[in-house]
Every structure is written in structure tokens, then in C-alpha cells.
């Protein structure tokens, strides 16, 4: 069984700042993905960076990056020069098999002018 | 092009009562995928289809919850009998192929049992 564990219910950053959200996870298997998504009060889950396990080096998309710690199962996001548009949940995700997903409970970020 | 859209956006139900809520995947996207999203539950898988088939509907809740899928494109979701614990936001989301891993998400139908 896969679990995701995300211990940050809620985060606050001020504007041009920087916050890290954390996840751990946990699968028996040696092949996976693992995701960020981003949910606005919109609903709609937008699919912010992923990382392949079998890649040691960190995923990166513009002011989005991770830290894959593979060998302590743990997958931070730093959102770098905060924006109020990153305000929204952010949910950490596993995949194996190319099949489900599984949720993290979700950091619901704040970004403050 | 075109996103994955489903519909309705919305729908308030009495208790008892079937619903069908629909996903039309993004052109392509063979794989495709249910999730349903709650205060209590978080977001959990339900199933998962591979064109037409279902090879995993292990998260389907009860045999109150059914879904299929036609022409490798569209999927409907029914719900017999709803009950409150049905309310929720039910997603749904497709990918390239079963390995492609990166799965886009509709916009959902927030359901409403009362």
C-alpha cells in the first residue's frame, strides 16, 4: 500500500517570498512518480511539477522546485518569488503501476500582500 | 486544445435518487480516472479505466457507485440511491496513455445530497 503524508494542514508567506511545503511518502516499489498539484478556490487541479524516481537530480519549472530525498522517502516543494496567484491547496501526490494517485491531505497556502 | 470537462458543474439531489455525473477526457487520453474529493475523506481514487475496460474499480465505495466507459472516450459515473455521504466533489481525470503517469484533471461536480 502507498501512503502520503503531508504534516502542513496551513502556511503563510508574505509576497517575493519563499516557503517550503513538505511530504513524505511511502511504497514498496522502485519505480514512481511523484507530483505536486495545485488546487485554487477554482476547483480545478492544476499539475504544478513532477519527479521520476529513478532521476536523482531535482525537478525544476520556473520559480517551482523540488527536493527529492529518495533514501528518506521525502518530496518538498520551495515556491521561490511568492506570488498571491500560488494562494491555493497544494497536494502532494504518489503514482506507481501508471495507475492512481495517491493524496497527500493537502497544505492550504497563503500568500500575503 | 481542449481540457478534460465534465458535467454538470453542479447538482443537488434528494436522497434516493440516481445521479449520472459525466467526464469527457481530454482527445487521445486512453487512460482515465475517478476520484472523489471530501471534507472527511480527503482525495480518494475510485477507478480507473484503460480505454473501455475498468482493470481497477477497487476504490468504488459500494455497489451503489458504477461506472463506464464508451468509445475510449467518455465516462459516466452512476450513483444509485444517493445518501448523504455521497456529498462531495467528484473528479475526474485523464492521461496520454496507462504510463505516462501525468494525469490532468477536469474541473469536477460538486454534489449535493439532502
Known amino acids: 500500500a502507498q501512503t502520503v503524508t503531508q504534516s502542513q494542514p496551513e502556511m503563510s508567506v508574505q509576497e517575493a517570498e519563499t516557503v517550503t511545503l513538505s511530504c513524505t511518502y511511502d511504497t514498496s516499489e522502485n519505480n514512481y512518480y511523484l507530483f505536486w498539484y495545485k488546487q485554487p478556490p477554482s476547483r480545478q487541479m492544476i499539475l504544478v511539477i513532477r519527479?521520476?524516481?529513478?532521476?536523482?537530480q531535482n525537478a525544476t519549472e520556473n520559480r517551482f522546485s523540488v527536493n527529492f530525498q529518495k533514501a528518506a522517502k521525502s518530496f518538498s516543494l520551495k515556491i521561490s518569488d511568492s506570488q498571491l496567484g500560488d494562494t491555493a491547496m497544494y497536494f502532494c501526490a504518489l503514482c506507481t503501476s501508471g495507475s492512481r494517485l495517491t493524496f497527500g491531505e493537502g497544505t492550504q497556502l497563503t500568500v500575503n500582500p | 486544445g481542449a481540457g478534460v470537462s465534465q458535467s454538470p458543474s453542479n447538482k443537488v439531489t434528494e436522497k434516493g435518487k440516481d445521479v449520472e455525473l459525466r467526464c469527457d477526457p481530454i482527445?487521445?487520453?486512453?487512460?482515465l480516472y475517478w476520484y472523489r474529493q471530501s471534507l472527511g475523506q480527503g482525495l480518494e481514487f475510485l477507478i480507473y479505466?484503460?480505454?473501455?475496460?475498468?482493470?481497477?474499480k477497487s476504490g468504488l465505495p459500494s455497489d451503489r457507485f458504477s461506472a463506464e466507459r464508451t468509445g475510449g472516450s467518455v465516462s459516466t459515473l452512476t450513483i444509485q440511491r444517493t445518501q448523504q455521504e455521497d456529498s462531495a466533489v467528484y473528479l475526474c481525470?485523464?492521461?496520454?496513455?496507462?504510463?505516462?503517469?501525468?494525469?490532468?484533471f477536469g474541473p469536477g461536480t460538486r454534489l449535493t445530497v439532502t
Open positions: 519527479q521520476e524516481a529513478y532521476k536523482q
Open positions: 482527445s487521445g487520453h486512453t487512460a
Open positions: 481525470a485523464s492521461s496520454l496513455r496507462k504510463y505516462s503517469y501525468e494525469q490532468y
Open positions: 479505466f484503460q480505454g473501455n475496460s475498468a482493470p481497477d
